[in-house]
């Protein structure tokens, strides 16, 4: 069995998942970390027994020569770190958002392709066995022909900086049963129902100072909808409510015979129900798959667990893509295209119009409106 040595470069509270993931698993061997902060990086080593820590993540990589680099870093600084490790050779596993703008993720997958480097971005609901399991009763047309999809958000957040953090998720969610978009249609408000203008630009930590830095926001409450190439549809609510309510986070799959939901961000709920109509009086049916829900003892798994097996399940589906030379399921060009969906959504707003894919120019669209 090859070992692969990982490094990580940001050794904050996701650098840690992240470590611990990559220790579990027998053909990984964690090697070195990159931080800027002294503290965190003396206490991550510690942790985890590292003594190769460095405040420069380039001499990491030229010194330590990892086979594969964890990037959990803020958004600013996925793509400089991507763009170093791939024209090194080394194997990317990132972060969402993949970065700031379209420019930068292009260049981040055109990179890793010219480098024969696999890429993969953190959307780990796409490692959940509820979701492959949802993709096999769909092929095997439980539930007819899918024909809509209904997706909402956590609450907790303002739509500018929920796209940028839950949103990210929630729509790769979508494009694991829908595919590609062909087109987005979008409307943002304010809190106080006005139109969202490009007075209400902000940035994300100026909207709300304990987000991470993701750039540039807009809206408070928001209302997409996106037609797939495959036909099928979906409206997406970022309805902002006070609190944060994890079960009420996810999809409703709707199909001629029958409907799917899935709810919860990290592990996953799935209740279904047959047939073609579901009025309020219909009761759905819960699905428990043990391959999420136990450990390998029998026992329920808590979050943090759940949490542990899906990035550990990441990580050894970017092996598996490195030596079957294929992309990883939740690849970099995913990525992008949810970058993607994300700037439709406030460039469909700005244009009061359907915005087609691919998006041109790539440059940031609310920075683009602040300039015009």
Excluded at 33 to 53: L, P, S, T, V
Excluded at 246 to 257: L, M, S
């Amino acid at each position: 069995m090859k070992k692969y040595r990982v490094a990580i470069i940001g050794l904050g509270g996701m650098g840690g998942h992240h470590a611990q993931a990559a220790m579990l698993e027998e053909n990984c061997e964690l090697i070195a970390g990159a931080e800027i902060h002294q503290e965190r990086a003396k206490a991550w080593g510690e942790r985890f027994g590292i003594k190769a820590i460095y405040d420069d993540y380039e001499k990491m990589l030229d010194e330590q020569k990892p086979d594969i680099v964890i990037i959990p870093t803020q958004a600013p600084v996925h793509h400089a770190p991507t763009v170093a490790a791939a024209q090194r050779g080394v194997h990317v596993f990132c972060e969402k958002p993949i970065a700031l703008n379209l420019i930068e993720a292009d260049e981040m997958v055109d990179v890793c392709d010219e480098n024969n480097v696999r890429f993969a971005i953190n959307h780990i609901k796409r490692a959940s066995p509820y979701n492959q399991h949802v993709l096999s009763l769909i092929e095997q047309g439980e539930i007819g022909d899918v024909v809509l999809m209904k997706a909402t958000d956590k609450g907790g957040r303002k739509v500018g900086n929920s796209l940028m953090e839950m949103g990210t998720h929630l729509y790769d969610w979508l494009r694991l049963f829908g595919g590609n978009i062909e087109w987005t249609h979008a409307h943002l408000v304010q809190l106080d129902g006005t139109e969202s203008t490009v007075e209400d630009i902000k940035h994300t930590q100026e909207v709300h100072p304990h987000d991470r830095d993701a750039g540039l926001v807009l809206g408070e409450r928001g209302h997409a909808s996106f037609r797939f190439k495959n036909g099928i549809h979906a409206d997406v609510q970022f309805l902002a409510q006070p609190q944060t309510d994890d079960n009420a986070y996810g999809i409703d799959i709707i199909g001629t015979e029958g409907r799917i939901a899935i709810r919860e961000s990290v592990g996953t709920t799935m209740f279904i129900h047959k047939g073609q109509h579901k009025t309020p009086a219909d009761e759905w049916e819960q699905v428990h798959l043990p391959a999420e829900d136990l450990d390998e003892h029998g026992k329920q798994r808590d979050k943090g667990s759940i949490r542990l097996l899906l990035q550990r399940l990441m990580i050894r589906d970017l092996i598996e893509a490195i030596e079957e030379d294929r992309d990883p399921f939740a690849s970099g060009r995913d990525g992008r295209d949810c970058l993607e969906m994300i700037h439709t959504t406030w460039e469909s707003h700005r244009q009061k119009s359907r915005v087609y894919m691919p998006l041109t120019p790539r440059e940031h669209p609310l920075e683009r409106w602040r300039n015009e």
